[in-house]
């Protein structure tokens, strides 16, 4: 499956963006799917899961209560809106595809591209 993402930009610290990650290629509810970010410098961390259905999400501690992680598998979409932006949410947002929940929280097999996501003070 292929993954593009979008949505990126420079954002105030307190604003909000929505990412969004399109699936081409394969049937997108039998994957579940994930963010990741990298800011510079740093390593890849995980930021948020969903299940294929959406009925499931996890998210890493950093975020939780800011970002909300969806899907909708009819237009082969997950989204990540973000809220509440930190200067530290800064990083590079990567979405990720693996027809495991549970692997996809690790890094899945697919990934999409990056998109920039920048917090100013």
């Known amino acids: 499956v292929q993954l593009q993402a979008s949505g990126g930009g420079l954002e105030q610290a307190g604003g909000s963006l929505r990412l969004s990650c399109a699936a081409l290629?394969?049937?997108?509810?039998?994957?579940?799917m994930g963010w990741f970010r990298q800011a510079p410098g740093k390593e890849r961390e995980f930021v948020a899961a969903?299940?294929?259905?959406?009925?499931?999400?996890y998210y890493a501690d950093s975020v939780k209560g800011r970002f909300t992680i969806s899907r909708d598998n009819a237009k082969n979409t997950v989204y990540l809106q973000m809220s509440s932006l930190k200067p530290e949410d800064t990083a590079v947002y990567y979405c990720?595809?693996?027809?495991?929940?549970?692997?996809?929280?690790?890094?899945?097999?697919?990934w999409g591209q990056g998109t920039l996501v920048t917090v100013s003070s």
């Open positions: 990720t595809a693996d027809s495991s929940y549970q692997s996809v929280k690790i890094g899945g097999d697919y």
């Open positions: 290629g394969r049937t997108f509810s039998n994957y579940a």
């Open positions: 969903i299940s294929r259905s959406g009925s499931i999400t």
